[in-house]
């Protein structure tokens, strides 16, 4: 079993940053794919980055150049860093765990609430 807890929303003006961190309890961080989801009203849940165990990353294209993701196996956490935020990307953000597989295993956190407006 493994618990996500995010932290690191808020309210930011359009232009603005904040970094979204996620801390996993349990063993075996490490084989884990992190990644982090986003849910606006009325929409699906979408992707917007993700970190493999080894270190591979990739990106929802409305992220790219503007948003990091990076992890500490030590520390078990994984971070979002979001610069040049927009309106748009006001969202619930939920931290994931994902492992595939014969032993397939899906962890979510509960979110934390994104709003950018000025």
């Known amino acids: 079993q493994v618990q996500l807890v995010e932290s690191g929303g808020g309210l930011v003006q359009p232009g603005g940053s904040l970094r979204l961190s996620c801390l996993a309890s349990?063993?075996?961080?490490?084989?884990?794919?992190m990644g982090w989801y986003r849910q606006a009203p009325g929409k699906q849940r979408e992707l917007v980055a993700r970190?493999?165990?080894?270190?591979?990353?990739n990106y929802a294209d409305s992220a790219k150049g503007r948003f990091t993701i990076s992890r500490d196996n030590a520390k078990k956490m994984v971070s979002l860093q979001m610069n040049s935020l927009k309106p748009e990307d006001t969202a619930v953000y939920y931290c994931?765990?994902?492992?595939?597989?014969?032993?397939?295993?899906?962890?979510w956190g509960q979110g934390t609430q994104v709003t950018v407006s000025s």
């Open positions: 970190i493999t165990s080894g270190g591979s990353t």
């Open positions: 349990g063993s075996f961080f490490t084989i884990y794919t």
């Open positions: 994931n765990a994902y492992r595939g597989g014969l032993a397939k295993e899906d962890y």
